[in-house]
């Protein structure tokens, strides 16, 4: 038999040569980005990539999206990697639900600290359309399993999961749904910085991505220099 695993999905790991540098910076000005009423995440600002003090940061891992380009087989002097919104999330007990950034194109998590016990990044196939799911369900455990966090081989993985690793930078398409570890407990909302950094703490972002120059194609974005806006 000459079997085939066709249609894979494309997730990338690295590890960040900036962490020490960026953790230290962050820690020592953490005040500085904590939110008055003790929110963070998304609900508190999508616009953590402004911050020009970590520009550092954010080139290296606009390197890691245009390595993930290539593993496609793309050229990325051919793409702009447009940074269009980016968060901090601190959390110790609770969790990150199913979801995706399906608005965007390609996502990317970076762990800034990661305590003892802590969540890990966990992402599902969309099960309506995994291929070899022969009877919409045969690789669960039961047909109201809805998240079969388990080991798979290359044919039936429904799930993979990743152990969340400090300095550790996962890049993903943004469209594929992820979530992290249930714990029991609520985190309390907090702008005590102290407690702050004894927590799980994580960067996520996302890119939108164009051509760098126009194309004579019908698909894939344009240059934003040939955008025409409305609404104004």
Request: charged residues 20%.
């Amino acid at each position: 038999m000459n079997a085939q695993g066709w249609f894979p999905t494309l997730i990338c790991d690295f590890e960040s040569q900036a962490h020490e540098q960026f953790k230290t910076s962050f820690y020592n000005n953490l005040e500085k980005y904590v939110h008055p009423d003790g929110i963070d995440g998304e609900h508190a600002n999508l616009s953590f990539h402004h911050n020009t003090e970590f520009n550092f940061l954010f080139t290296e891992i606009s390197d890691f999206a245009k390595q993930y380009l290539t593993a496609l087989n793309l050229d990325p002097d051919d793409w702009d990697l447009h940074l269009v919104k980016c968060w901090w999330h601190s959390l110790q007990k609770n969790h990150i639900p199913m979801h995706n950034h399906s608005d965007a194109h390609l996502s990317f998590v970076y762990y800034v600290n990661v305590p003892p016990e802590t969540g890990m990044l966990h992402f599902q196939a969309d099960t309506q359309s995994f291929a070899n799911d022969l009877t919409r369900g045969m690789f669960l455990d039961d047909y109201n399993d809805n998240f079969p966090f388990k080991e798979h081989n290359i044919f039936n993985a429904m799930s993979v999961s990743y152990e969340a690793k400090e300095g550790k930078v996962i890049v993903f398409p943004s469209r594929l749904d992820h979530m992290t570890t249930v714990f029991d407990g609520n985190d309390d909302i907090t702008t005590d910085v102290d407690v702050i950094k004894k927590r799980r703490i994580s960067i996520s972002g996302d890119f939108l991505i164009t051509y760098k120059k126009p194309r004579h194609v019908a698909m894939g974005l344009q240059p934003v220099k040939n955008w025409r806006i409305f609404g104004q």
